[in-house]
Every structure is written in C-alpha cells, then in structure tokens.
C-alpha cells in the first residue's frame, strides 16, 4: 500500500506532492508515519474505518448539501489519513496568518469607523460603497475593545515550488473548526498509537481560549453566552450543535432570541433571560430584519439597537462580512505596512479586481490564465474558468466585465498541492485546500495548531464541501512535547445530560423535546399494534380476524383517523398492516413516525446524548421493507425497530438528568401514552361477547402488558381484570393510572405553573380512582347484560370519552403557555 | 415661513399584535434653509421602551417597542419646521455633466467622498444600460449639468403618469419605467437611477410637500401627502433638489425628513410584528403655513 503511496504521489509533475518529493521516498516528516502505519494489517485499518463510517452516520455528523437529495442527511466524509505538518513549517503559516487576521480587524476598524483610508486613498472608495458587505446601520457603532473579528478562517494552498498562498478569508461567521475537531476524535480513534507517537499539538486549548475570550466580550461575571444558528437546514448545522455542546453555551435560532429595552432576552420555558454574548453563524445582513435585510428570517429584529446601545456583543462583529470580498487581496501588502508597520507575510493569491482600469485591461486580455469570480460574494456566481471558454464566450465574458467591472475578480489558479487519501484499501492523490483558524483573544491573537484539510472529491483540482469533497484532520508535529491530558470530550459512554440547571431551555427546544417524547411514544405504540396483528392475522380463524380488525380500528383517534375505508378481510387487513408500516405518504404510519422522530430529534440534538441520537440514527431505517420479504418476516423488522424504541425510552430514564429538557421529554410521553391507553380500554368497557374475548389479550399484548396480568390472574382472561392492569394497576407503568400520576408530578415541576390543568389532571385521576371495577358488572359469557350496574359501566366510557377529549387539550396548553410565543414569525410591515 | 406639520399613520390589525419592534424616520432635518424647531412623536399604545439615534446619513431614527397586545396602532408625528425665506430655487450648474462624472472619484475631500457613495448600486436601485440610454436624451454630450438635470426632471414628468394605483412599494424601478406609471417614490427612484448610471451621485429625499388649494376653496386638513424627491451633487455648490413628479424645483414648498440610497433607508416607519396577520395602513399628512 505504501508502495502504492508512493508511486501515485508523483502522477502529475506539475504539483507539489505532501507526501513525497521524488515519488521514492516520504519526504522526512512523513517517514515515521509511514512506516507505522505499514505495520497495521490493511485489513485491519479496513475495520477500523468501517467503525468510524458507522460512528459518523450514527452520530448525525452531516454536511448539509442543498441541492442533495438526500438533504439534511448527508453524512460527514473524511479521510482516514491526516496532512502532517512539521512544527518549523507550521510555525511560517502561524506567523503568516495571526498577521493577516491582525490585519484585516484593523482594516474593519477604520473603515467603519473614521474611514481614514478612504481619504487617503489607500482603499479605493468604490471598495466600500460598492460593496453589499458594507452594511451601514453598523458604521460608528462602538465595537468592545476594537475587536471585530473573534474568530477567523484562512483558506490557504501550496504552489508547485512549496510557498503558501491565502485562498480567501472568511470573516463573518467562519465554518469549520468544529468539523477540525470532529475530524480529530475520529482520526485520533482510528489511528490511536500513531498519534501519541507523533506529538500532535492538541486542539483543546485553543477552543478553552475561545470560550474565554467570549466571556471576556460580556459586560458582567457570569455572562450568558447564546450560540445563534440558521437552523437544522444550513450546510453546517452539525457544527453549530456539536460546538454549542462543546462549549457549553446554548444553541439558539434568531425566534429563540427577542429584544426589549434594546437588551437582548433568550425566551426560555421558565421566561426572558438576558443574553450578553451571541457567537453567530448566521451572516451579517440576516441577523437584523429591523434594520438591516426585511426579508430575513432568522435575524433578532431590533438587534442592532442593541448592539448600539451597548448591551449585547456579537462576535464577530456585525459587518466583519464586508472583507471576505478578494477585491481587497490586492491592497493588502501596502495596507499591511501601512497598518502594521510590517510587510505582508502571506502573500494572496494573485488577484485583480477589475474595479481598477488597469487591471480590467489586464484580466481582458489574459482570460485564459484566470478564474474569473464574483467580487463581492453576496452576489451567487459559479467561478468561470478563462482557459475553458470559446473565443466567442470569451469575448461575451469581456464584455460583461467591462459593464460592471466593480462586480468581479480575476484570480490566478493555483495548482493545488496533492496528498494522499484512502478508500477502501487503495490510496489515490487528490488536490488539497487547508482552512486555518485565528482567534482574538482580546489581548493576543491564537491560532489553531491545526487545520480543517479540505479534498477534491475526484481528480480535479476543484475543492468544494458543497460540490462533494472530503476532509482530513492536519497533525501539526510539535518539536516540544505536548501534553496529553487535553483532551477533547468527556468519554462518550458516560451519560450525558439534556440540560443542565444552570442551562437555559429554549422554548423552541422545550417544544422539540415535547414532541420527540410525543413520537416516540407513538411509535412504540404503533409498532406493537403491528406486532401483534401481523404475527396473528395469517392464522387467525373467523372471529380472530373480527378482533383483529377491531384492535386496528383502535387506531382510529381524536387525533388520527384511519382511512375511510376499513379492511374486512384478512387480505385486505395484511395489506394496511404493510401501508400503515411503511407508507411515509401516510402521516399516521410507523414510517412517518419514525421521520419525525427523526426530524425533532435533529433539531435537539445538542441535546441529547450521542447514543440517543445514534439510535434516532438508526430507526427509520428498521422499517425499511426488501422488495420480497415474506408478510412475516416485518415482525422481526417490528422487533427491532421495538427494540430501539425501548433502548430510547431507557435512556431517556436512566441517562438524562432531571432537567427541564427531560420534564417536556417527558410530558410528550406520558400524555400520548395516556391518549393511547384511554383509547384501547375504551374499547373494551363495552360488554365483549365471548368470541371477542381474544381482543382482551392482543390488547395486553399491544401495552406490553401480558406479563403483569399473568404474574396476577395467570391464564384466566378476565375482562375486568384486563381492565384493572390496564387502567386501575397504579404499579403498571403502561396503566393509566400510572400516566396520570405522574402527569400530576411532572406538571408540578414546571417552572412557570398551570395551575387550571394541574387542577385537571389531579381530577382526572382521583375520578379514575373512584371506579371499583368489581362493582362494574361485566356480563360473563353467556349471561345476558343485566340493567342494574351498567350505570357504573356507562359512567366509566363517559369518563373515558371526557379524558381522550382532555388529553389533547392539556398537550395545546402546554404549547400555547411554552412554546408558542417560539413559534410565532415575526411580520414586516411598512416595507 | 413656518410650517406646522402632522403626519399620523395608522395600522389596523385583524388579530391582535402581541410585541411591536419599529423604527420611524419622521423628524424634520435641519439641513441648509430648513430648521426644525419642534417635533414630537405621539404614539398609541404606549410604547415600553424609546430611544433614538442618528444614522449612518444624518437622520434621527426613532426606535420603540410596544408590548401590549393591540388591534390598532397610532404613530403620530408632530413638527414644526421653519424654512428661510431667502431661499431660493438653484439655477445655475454650468460645468458639462461629463466632467462632474468625472471629477466623482477622485474628489477625496470629506463632501466628495461622502457624495461618491450615492454613484453606486443600493438595494433598490440598480444602473443599467437602459436608465443610461433614457438620461442621455437629456444628459447631450457636453450639456451643462443644471439644464441636463432639468431637462430630465422634465421629461419624466411628461413621459411618466401619475398612478397610485399602479405600483407598491415592492415594484421594481425597472418595472416602472416600464409601465411608465408610479407615483413620487417611483419617479425619485426612477431619476436617480438614471443619474447613477451616467456616474452621477445622486440621493433618495423624503419629506413633506406643500399643497395649494383650488382658487377660492379652503385648505382641506389632511389632505396632503408625504413625498419623495431627488438631490443630485454639484461640485463646489453641493446638492441640487429637483422634483420630477411636479416638474419643480424644490424651495419653500419642500420639507424634508432625511435622505438616503433609496427608499429603504429612509422609510418613514417601518417595523416587524408578532401577530396581526393582515392589516390596514392609513396615512394622513397635514401641512399647515403658519405664516408667509
């Protein structure tokens, strides 16, 4: 395999090879990798990496690509070997960009600030006014201790003859160093000895000074320090979740966050919370729908007054997206000197900007050798590349740059250096971009000792996540020792909580949380009601098929109806057994289910624990049906699909700590356990003739209950017993007894009360409790219903009936009394 | 001549609004001949919170928040604004409009800077061929620029019909030079992407236009409007005010809020609310002289 490194390192001459200079032989700081690596059997490496694709899909470490079909769902790609950097090499590029990242906060400075580089002309003025990035609610706004950028990422490459070149900067809310980190823990997993062995500086510390350096933004001790993301539905919605988890600060959407008295509040479960610091990764002109763009919806309206007024800090500063333009590439070297008193240490890549006559003559002539790309990228344009044009495109293309020459820039293309990437056993050489990380500590600027590799996804030298490129973790090789207590996480088998008391919940996430709990339920109910049905319906006699088909008709709720048409047959029951499975056109199907769990859970998944979200990972794909799949065979499908269901609701017991998180969680699984429950002993409060006695066991079987009604009655299938386990058993966790009680717990914890529903579902129980079975008479077989005692009997389906009404209600108080007012858009008006 | 001025807006919702977060640009600017001597915002409900604050172009901005639910919301704003009586309408901008393009760029001092801004694209505005072509039929090779600018105004409106019906505030200045209709926001748009797309800076102003009566009958209370014209920049005399939905240029008839790029900069209010749904806008201006 190494041999086979070795030899495609040298497949094109015209590149700089990581790996090796001569195709021979690694060059020096390889050497020690490599033959390390030579000694774990490629087999062996092969079931490592398969472990770690499992662990990537099953941790939800996705990569969002908006034109993919598959979504939000498209797993995370990385490569098993790392880029390796040697500590003098690293230590130029360090140098290099801590300056630039100096640099351009102090360009960000002046011009929203006094703009004294317009006036002397060292920045073009249509640089600014042209520029959309320029946002002007911003300009004179104080910014704390000048810091306008906190954290910032430099794409770099390397040329053929070795030099780095900067690529683009990004300012406003840069991506990517949580994958870096993400990234690590796999590699650092696969390859366990190798990295100890190698001295890799470690990336822990660097995410500590970020934290730090965010609570040294805030104006008080103690800040409170929000997350703000676009969504589950943005390309790097993983990263948000895994950093705000990380670092421990909440993870909040633009509707979880409100100003008042041009403070910034969190609306939690238990109120308005003053938030001091909000890291963003929602960009510049989004953030502000009052002020700056009307039409965005994921900004805070009225979050530049704030700013203004000095109560909140947003890092990086609002506006900071207004140097991510390469237009500015060419300024650089003078701004450097000028600036800093320093030449430029990182060179750009060559770049025009055709803003300037003399360079738009330039680029017209020279085409050929140049990418032409929108200046300023708020403007979508896809790179054209002069080489591939036609002399008639060219001539078009001219043209267009001579209309609106501020619009766009020429760059150089760099042939991207290459490294090494497995798949599979064979190693192939791909192009290489490295995203480097700088960090304003407020006094001092950190970088990474590391870097997010970014890959060709074949052999081009085109490297986009968005067009389906990898990435590898970078080892930087540290001629110091480093020290390996840092860490990264705590050990992944410990529980993890879903929030902690000092941890605000978002009504937003109450409200996921409320209906991950609600669904999960749904769908364990749903799946043993399969369950039972398909293992019975191919064998069942005649009044059989009559109790199945009154068993699947308890299906049919206040809050689900059925399709119209019922199955009369055993035929026709086989066949919506399979739609009410596997039909995701059907809301109320298992299938569908499942995607909501699926889908809640995505958007709470800083949340949970990363088994649980594994196995939210793993259940939809239970129920997906081979195309010639014996009828039975689904209830082994049921089987495991159950079997995640339980393992999820047991962690939701034993491994969340008693949080707020776990009391929403909770509420949505005990009222849709109750809704269920109600609706199935409903069915069979009417007198039952003997033939339907079958129905009494199914339903134990379907609440999972047949082993606490046999430990009491054995054998003997009584209705009213049945009834009892199901309803009365205060010590049967599927009774309903069991739900209402604990509904009155939970209800007491909530942090602002209920006091009316608390009220009702106190009552609710104690009229539960007032039933005596004994005296409900329940004609035996045989015997005609007699009159008297039916009362009782009556006045318990009514109650029934009254409660499966209830039940719904208290779920919409819930949601109007917590989450509503997380729901609700704010409109524009006046625009 | 002092003006006392009131400008109340008023928002029906169908359901009830339950948070309100507004900014209003609706304080007369003192700039030149116009002093504004007195002004007050009334608003109903009761905001929780006010402040205010300049923005980027000079204009006091007024931010507030309204926390309890209503159905109906008043914004009432109250001036008095005095303009000189020595001002006149300007006439004279010799320099051939080409060379005012020109100097654009290259004039660093603070004035020249602060006016190149208004050369560019802004969010409502594009320059394209298509404005360069009609601006050109007044804007000849070598034409002074006070007479090419007149010259424009003119012809837009004759060219362009008075049509509130027409257009929104969501047209597009392309599609109102298509349509050739609009009304005076249309028509500001619409001149200054002409100008921009000679190079020529030119401004978005919102205010106040006073109206006359017909002969013999009284004032009606109410009954004007708030307005939108254009400025373009001369250098050396600095900004030049024309009005192309009434063919003038703008003196003591013309008050003036603020200015901006377009539109958007300096909407009057403007704001973004919880509930509601649908609504109702009613606007009513109303200009008195007090003297002169």
């Not at chain 2, 009334?42 to 204009?59: C, H, K, M």
């Not at chain 2, 505030?169 to 349509?179: L, N, P, S």
Request: charged share 25%; net charge neutral; with cysteine.
């Amino acid at each position: 395999m190494i041999s086979d490194l070795l030899q495609i390192a040298l497949r094109d001459e015209g590149v700089y090879d990581e790996l090796s200079a001569d195709g021979v032989a690694p060059r020096l700081h390889w050497a020690p990798f490599i033959q390390a690596l030579q000694q774990i059997h490629p087999d062996e490496l092969a079931k490592r990496w398969s472990r770690a694709e499992r662990r990537i899909r099953e941790n939800g470490i996705t990569y969002n690509i908006y034109s993919d079909p598959l979504g939000a769902t498209r797993p995370w790609r990385i490569d098993l070997l790392p880029l390796l950097l040697p500590a003098p090499e690293w230590r130029v590029i360090e140098a290099g960009i801590i300056q630039r990242a100096r640099l351009l906060n102090t360009l960000l400075g002046d011009l929203y600030g006094p703009q004294r580089l317009l006036a002397s002309g060292s920045v073009p003025a249509e640089l600014l006014f042209a520029n959309p990035g320029f946002l002007r609610p911003l300009a004179g706004l104080i910014v704390p201790k000048q810091a306008y950028l906190h954290l910032v990422a430099i794409d770099l490459a390397r040329s053929p003859d070795g030099q780095w070149w900067v690529l683009s900067d990004r300012t406003q809310a840069p991506s990517g160093a949580g994958y870096a980190l993400e990234n690590r823990t796999i590699v650092g997993d696969i390859l366990p000895d190798l990295f100890n062995a190698e001295n890799v500086s470690r990336l822990a510390p660097f995410f500590r000074a970020q934290r730090e350096a965010l609570t040294h933004l805030a104006q008080r001790e103690q800040p409170r320090i929000v997350l703000l993301t676009p969504g589950p539905y943005n390309e790097t919605y993983f990263e948000h979740s895994y950093l705000s988890r990380y670092l421990g600060f909440t993870l909040v959407e633009g509707a979880d966050l409100t100003v008042r008295d041009r403070c910034v509040y969190i609306k939690t479960v238990a109120g308005l919370q003053q938030v001091d610091v909000i890291l963003r990764r929602v960009d510049d002109s989004f953030c502000d729908p009052l002020e700056l763009r009307a039409d965005s919806f994921l900004g805070i309206p009225g979050l530049v007054d704030a700013i203004a007024a000095g109560n909140v800090a947003v890092a990086n500063a609002l506006g900071s997206g207004l140097i991510e333009t390469a237009a500015i590439m060419p300024f650089l070297p003078g701004l450097c000197r000028q600036l800093l008193g320093e030449s430029l240490k990182l060179p750009s890549v060559a770049t025009w900007w055709c803003g300037q006559k003399y360079a738009l003559d330039w680029v017209s002539n020279h085409l050929d050798q140049v990418v032409i790309k929108p200046a300023f990228p708020a403007r979508l344009m896809e790179p054209v590349f002069g080489a591939d044009l036609g002399k008639i495109e060219k001539q078009k293309l001219a043209d267009r740059l001579r209309a609106r020459p501020l619009e766009y820039v020429a760059q150089e293309q760099v042939a991207l250096s290459t490294a090494p990437v497995w798949d599979n056993g064979r190693v192939f050489s791909r192009s290489v971009v490295i995203r480097t990380f700088v960090l304003n500590t407020g006094t001092d600027w950190v970088a990474m000792p590391g870097a997010l590799v970014r890959v060709a996804g074949d052999e081009s030298s085109v490297v986009s996540m968005q067009r389906g490129g990898h990435s590898k973790d970078a080892w930087i090789l540290s001629d110091t020792p480093v020290d390996p207590s840092q860490s990264l996480l705590r050990p992944r088998n410990q529980p993890v909580e879903i929030r902690r008391a000092s941890n605000d919940l978002p009504s937003r996430t109450a409200d996921n949380l409320f209906w991950l709990g609600r669904y999960a339920e749904r769908a364990e109910n749903l799946a043993r009601h399969l369950r039972t049905l398909i293992t019975r319906v191919r064998r069942a006699n005649r009044s059989e098929l009559a109790c199945l088909i009154r068993l699947h008709s308890c299906l049919d709720s206040r809050r689900s109806k059925l399709p119209k048409k019922r199955p009369a047959t055993a035929d026709e029951l086989e066949q919506e057994i399979i739609s009410l499975m596997t039909d995701l056109k059907r809301g109320d199907s298992l299938a569908s289910t499942l995607a909501e769990v699926q889908r809640v859970g995505g958007n709470v998944r800083e949340r949970l624990s990363l088994d649980m979200t594994r196995l939210i990972g793993q259940m939809s794909e239970t129920v997906q049906v081979e195309e010639y799949m014996l009828f039975v065979e689904h209830s082994a499908l049921l089987t495991g699909c159950l079997e995640l269901l339980s393992a999820f609701s047991g962690m939701e017991r034993e491994n969340v700590t008693r949080g707020q998180g776990w009391l929403f969680l909770s509420l949505g699984r005990r009222l849709e356990r109750a809704m269920h429950v109600a609706r199935q002993v409903r069915e069979i409060t009417s007198p039952l003739p003997e033939e339907e006695w079958p129905l009494l066991d199914y339903m134990l079987e379907v609440a999972d209950s047949s082993m606490t009604y046999r430990s009491r009655y054995f054998t003997t299938l009584q209705p009213v017993a049945v009834l009892d386990v199901l309803m009365m058993d205060d010590s049967n966790p599927r009774s309903l007894d069991f739900q209402l009680s604990h509904l009155v717990d939970l209800y007491q914890k909530l942090p602002r009360h209920m006091p009316e529903d608390l009220r009702a579902v106190r009552h609710a129980l104690s009229l539960l409790r007032s039933f005596d079975l004994e005296t409900v008479e329940y004609p035996l077989p045989g015997a005609l219903p007699t009159l008297s005692g039916s009362d009782e009997r009556v006045r318990l389906e009514r109650s029934l009936k009254e409660l499966e009404r209830l039940l719904p209600s208290w779920s919409n108080n819930l949601s109007n009394t917590y989450f509503s007012h997380a729901r609700s858009l704010p409109i524009t008006i006046g625009e | 001549m002092i003006y006392k001025i009131s400008h109340k807006t008023t928002y029906k919702y169908k359901y009830p609004v339950s948070f309100g977060n507004h900014v209003a640009c609706l304080t007369p600017r003192t700039a030149g001949h116009r002093r504004c001597d007195w002004n007050e915002l009334r608003i109903r409900p009761l905001p929780a919170t006010r402040s205010e604050r300049i923005d980027y172009f000079g204009n006091q901005l007024s931010f507030f928040t309204i926390k309890e639910p209503h159905h109906e919301l008043v914004v009432e704003a109250r001036s008095e604004v005095s303009i000189d009586d020595e001002v006149k309408p300007w006439s004279d901008a010799p320099m051939p409009w080409e060379e005012v393009a020109r100097e654009a760029p290259d004039d660093r001092s603070p004035e020249g800077i602060e006016a190149y801004q208004f050369v560019f694209e802004s969010p409502r505005i594009r320059p394209s061929p298509e404005f360069a072509h009609y601006a050109q039929q007044a804007f000849t090779p070598g034409r002074a620029f006070g007479d090419a600018l007149l010259d424009l105004t003119a012809r837009i409106y004759r060219e362009f019909r008075f049509d509130a019906k027409a257009t929104t505030v969501r047209t597009t200045t392309e599609e109102v030079f298509r349509k050739r209709r609009g009304v005076c926001q249309d028509f500001a748009h619409l001149q200054i992407a002409c100008l921009r797309s000679l190079n020529l800076p030119a401004r978005y102003v919102s205010g106040y236009l006073r109206t006359y009566p017909p002969p013999g009958r009284p004032r009606l209370v109410g009954a004007d409007v708030s307005h939108a014209w254009v400025s373009a920049y001369y250098p050396g005399i600095g900004w030049l005010d024309v009005d192309p939905t009434n063919n003038l240029v703008p003196s003591r008839s013309h008050v003036i809020l603020g200015w901006g790029r377009d539109y958007g900069d300096v909407s009057p209010l403007r704001g973004l609310i919880l509930g509601g749904r649908d609504h109702t806008l009613k606007v009513a201006v109303d200009m008195e002289p007090l003297e002169g």
